[in-house]
């Protein structure tokens, strides 16, 4: 069974630090690696998409593939209050695979 | 660009009656969408898979009957909860791909309260 795994936290990081999140997968085969944000009442909403190994920077977010090692983690930078939510890493399958998130926490 | 929308936003019911949810692809064409349900503080599970002209496949211990599944356009599926019961009330969220990609993209869900 393919499975992605996170640690549901809370994490909770001071405002302006740097918030990392972590995922493990099963499925050595698995080829992309999706992170989405999902506020509380809210659907998700996708921030970050991976396929090579190493990383991938957009804005704050900076998303990292390890294939060799199965993770893929999320480094959040200068971490702001409204960064407070629950981040899940999918990996592709048809249909994606979720993990089940972590939830976030910005301490202003 | 690739916008999913719902509608209903927010749709309550009385215990019995049936309730049809839209789902559509508004920036981009979907050849396969996915709804999903969510109760408080769970993590999303999938209910279904919907392939625009064939028939929707539904994960293990979802009633086929109960959640039907219309995939009509390569724009628009519609999840149909018939009978509902309060234990259905819960938050259901389409997702879809756009053709030739990997992201799946989630509309803003559905909430449904059945009284």
């Known amino acids: 069974q393919k499975e992605v795994e996170q640690n549901s936290g809370p994490l909770s990081v001071p405002e302006g630090a740097i918030a990392s999140l972590n995922c493990t997968y099963s499925?050595?085969?698995?080829?992309?690696f999706f992170w989405y944000r999902q506020y509380s009442g809210k659907s998700p909403e996708l921030i970050m998409f991976?396929?090579?190994?190493g990383d991938k920077e957009d804005g704050r977010f900076t998303a990292q593939l390890n294939k060799a090692s199965q993770y893929v983690s999320l480094l959040i930078r200068d971490s702001q209050p409204s960064d407070s939510a629950t981040y899940l890493c999918?990996?592709?399958?048809?249909?994606?695979?979720f993990g089940k998130g972590t939830r976030l926490s910005v301490i202003a | 660009g690739a916008v999913v929308s719902q509608h209903p936003s927010w749709v309550i019911c009385k215990s019995g009656t049936s309730v049809k949810i839209e789902c559509r692809s508004l920036?981009?064409?979907?050849?396969?969408m996915f709804w999903y349900r969510q109760f408080p503080k769970q993590s999303l599970m999938l209910m279904a898979t919907?392939?625009?002209?064939?028939?929707?496949?539904?994960e293990q211990g979802v009633e086929k009957d109960k959640f039907l599944i219309n995939h009509a356009s390569l724009t628009l599926s519609t999840l149909t909860v018939t009978s509902a019961h309060p234990e259905d009330s819960s938050f259901y969220i389409c997702?879809?791909?756009?053709?030739?990609?990997?992201?799946?993209?989630f509309g803003p869900g559905t909430r449904l309260t059945v009284t």
């Open positions: 991976i396929y090579s190994n």
């Open positions: 919907s392939n625009e002209g064939s028939k929707a496949t539904y």
């Open positions: 499925d050595r085969g698995s080829q992309s």
């Open positions: 920036d981009f064409q979907a050849t396969t």
């Open positions: 997702s879809a791909t756009p053709l030739e990609s990997h992201e799946q993209y």
């Open positions: 999918a990996v592709r399958n048809t249909p994606l695979v």
